[in-house]
Nanobody
Framework: QVQVVESGGGLVQAGGSLRLSCTVS????????MGWFRQAPGKEREGVSC????????DYADSVKGRFTTSRDNTKKTLYLQMNSLKPEDTAIYYC???????????????????WGQGTQVTVSS
């Protein structure tokens, strides 16, 4: 059984930092691309970042480029999202997801991601 579990969310002031983690079990971590998505109240889900199976290639939404960094440790089956210079508009539930493809491809919409976590709340106060 595949399980995807996020952690690390919380409340932070604008300009602050948080690091999210996501552990995956039941999949060979080195065989999947992984992504971060978020959904704010009243808004559609938004793709934040995606990283390929090697961890060497990552893509980001324009809204987070230069502020967020995604990485992975396949030996620990863990995905990370380092979020710096946080803004109130970054407030959302953040979801980790895995897709059974090696590369990110068309990742932004999240349609190819078959495994999702329950999400972790990130709240940025002004």
């Amino acid at each position: 059984q595949v399980q995807v579990v996020e952690s690390g969310g919380g409340l932070v002031q604008a300009g602050g930092s948080l690091r999210l983690s996501c552990t995956v079990s039941g999949l060979r971590s080195g065989d999947v691309a992984m992504g971060w998505f978020r959904q704010a109240p009243g808004k559609e889900r938004e793709g934040v970042s995606c990283i390929d199976y090697t961890g060497r290639n990552a893509d980001y939404a324009d809204s987070v480029k230069g502020r967020f960094t995604t990485s992975r440790d396949n030996t620990k089956k863990t995905l990370y999202l380092q979020m710096n210079s946080l803004k109130p508009e970054d407030t959302a539930i953040y979801y980790c997801a895995a897709k059974i493809y090696l590369l990110c491809g068309s990742w932004v919409g999240g349609a190819d991601f078959g495994y999702w976590g329950q999400g972790t709340q990130v709240t940025v106060s002004s």
